[in-house]
């Protein structure tokens, strides 16, 4: 699970870098950012070091590492997306690493799990903050394609993890 770390990590790390340096948002919703992340670096390395520790929970806390980054991502998403649009990319981290390790349907419904959050957020940030509450027919548009993105990158990195495996078993 420290491919979490190596790849996923240091991409929300850009994200956020590149939303506060050219969006300017305010200095608590900077530090909540970088709390979040670092937080979650933290969980996620020490959860990734001892997954073989604690051999006979090694498919939970892999679960648990899923599930937590999805909260992480739902949080930055939540607090920068108005600053910086691209933070719905957020939302491919757990599908992504999900498929990993996990079952087909079960990267399915991880994907539409991050893909109803996502869209759920939009709709309460417009709610809190937008002029008469709601989506317009934009935001939806938007929101609906960003969903179905999600679900077909997590499906093809899951064939692509089902396949690598089948391949390295042919060779055996």
Same mark, same amino acid.
């Given at each position: 699970?420290?491919?979490?770390?190596?790849?996923?990590? @240091?991409f929300?790390?850009?994200?956020i870098?590149? !939303?506060?340096?050219?969006?300017? @948002?305010?200095?608590?919703?900077?530090?909540? #950012?970088f709390?979040i992340?670092?937080a979650?670096?933290?969980?996620?390395?020490?959860?990734?070091k001892n997954?073989?520790?604690?051999?006979?929970?090694?498919?939970?806390?892999?679960s648990?590492?899923?599930?937590?980054?999805?909260?992480?991502s739902?949080?930055?998403?939540?607090?920068?997306?108005?600053?910086w +649009?691209?933070?719905?990319?957020?939302?491919?981290?757990? @599908? !992504? !690493? #999900? +498929?990993?390790?996990m079952?087909?349907?079960?990267?399915?419904l991880?994907a539409?799990?991050? !893909?109803?959050?996502m869209?759920?957020?939009?709709?309460?940030?417009?709610?809190?903050?937008?002029?008469?509450?709601?989506?317009g +027919?934009?935001l939806w548009g938007? +929101?609906?394609t960003?969903?179905?993105?999600?679900?077909?990158f #997590?499906?093809?990195?899951?064939?692509?993890a089902?396949?690598?495996?089948?391949?390295?078993?042919?060779?055996r």
């Amino acid at each position: 699970m420290h491919i979490l770390n190596y790849y996923f990590t @240091p991409f929300a790390v850009v994200l956020i870098l590149f !939303a506060i340096y050219f969006s300017e @948002p305010e200095r608590q919703v900077t530090y909540a #950012s970088f709390a979040i992340l670092g937080a979650a670096f933290i969980a996620n390395y020490w959860l990734g070091k001892n997954t073989y520790r604690f051999l006979r929970w090694s498919r939970h806390i892999r679960s648990l590492t899923v599930w937590i980054n999805m909260a992480v991502s739902a949080a930055l998403f939540y607090l920068l997306s108005p600053y910086w +649009a691209p933070m719905w990319l957020l939302f491919l981290a757990a @599908p !992504a !690493a #999900s +498929a990993m390790f996990m079952k087909k349907w079960q990267v399915f419904l991880m994907a539409l799990a991050s !893909a109803a959050l996502m869209i759920g957020l939009y709709y309460a940030r417009t709610l809190a903050y937008g002029e008469g509450g709601g989506m317009g +027919a934009q935001l939806w548009g938007m +929101a609906a394609t960003q969903a179905v993105f999600i679900m077909f990158f #997590s499906m093809f990195t899951a064939a692509m993890a089902e396949m690598i495996v089948k391949v390295r078993d042919s060779m055996r």
